[in-house]
T-cell receptor
Framework: NAGVTQTPKFQVLKTGQSMTLQCAQD?????MYWYRQDPGMGLRLIYY???????DKGEVPNGYNVSRLNKREFSLRLESAAPSQTSVYFC???????????FGPGTRLTVL | DAKTTQPTSMDCAEGRAANLPCNHS???????VYWYRQIHSQGPQYIIH???NNETNEMASLIITEDRKSSTLILPHATLRDTAVYYC????????????FGKGITLSVRP
């Protein structure tokens, strides 16, 4: 199993550009999450998806949209990137019967 | 989720046991104690969790006090690869949404 994979690993954008961060898991987990982590801070939840076809806002959803394309894939879209969105983005998944979350390696995004 | 308190940092010698403390004095009866770690530039990694009994797996042991107000994560034979930030998290079961990561404790394993 590859676990949770994220693409790209690194990305540099200019202010106003758009992009989609991809996340996929091969563990047949129902729940998936997107977090951001800024220097010296803990992880903050952007959006999550309890199951295929459902999404819910986390604590910092502004400026982002998500799509739960199928059970495996959960993408995060920045429609008009801003420097405040410079961060490391982590995707995670969770099986139904536990509270343990499994994280991907992260995407390091810089917005100039 | 109950608040947790951890020291900012600690170090230990390679090959020795690393004992990482966590206080969670406001923990509720149905809340579990979880430990994750984050090695530099990587995603967080689940280590272990428990409710009130001590737990052990291939990575670590978790000792929870009888009153459940504190716990200790034990890495029995620390290696240089165990250098990371360790997060103690308390949460109720089946909580669907976020994990609340605080600042954690930075463990430095020295040669």
């Amino acid at each position: 199993n590859a676990g949770v994979t994220q693409t790209p690993k690194f990305q540099v954008l200019k202010t106003g550009q758009s992009m989609t961060l991809q996340c996929a898991q091969d563990m047949n987990h129902n729940s998936m999450y997107w977090y951001r982590q800024d220097p010296g801070m803990g992880l903050r939840l952007i959006y999550y998806s309890a199951s295929e076809g459902t999404t819910d806002k986390g604590e910092v959803p502004n400026g982002y949209n998500v799509s739960r394309l199928n059970k495996r894939e959960f993408s995060l879209r920045l429609e008009s990137a801003a420097p405040s969105q410079t961060s490391v983005y982590f995707c995670a998944s969770r099986p139904t019967k536990t509270d343990t979350q499994y994280f991907g390696p992260g995407t390091r995004l810089t917005v100039l | 989720d109950a608040k947790t308190t951890q020291p900012t940092s600690m170090d230990c010698a390679e090959g020795r046991a690393a004992n990482l403390p966590c206080n969670h004095s406001t923990i509720s009866g149905n809340e579990y104690v979880y430990w994750y770690r984050q090695i530099h530039s990587q995603g967080p990694q689940y280590i272990i969790h428990g409710l009130k009994n001590n737990e052990t797996n291939e990575m670590a042991s978790l000792i929870i006090t009888e009153d459940r107000k504190s716990s200790t994560l034990i890495l029995p034979h620390a290696t240089l690869r165990d250098t990371a930030v360790y997060y103690c998290i308390v949460r109720p079961p089946r909580a669907n949404s976020k994990l609340t990561f605080g600042k954690g404790i930075t463990l430095s394993v020295r040669p």
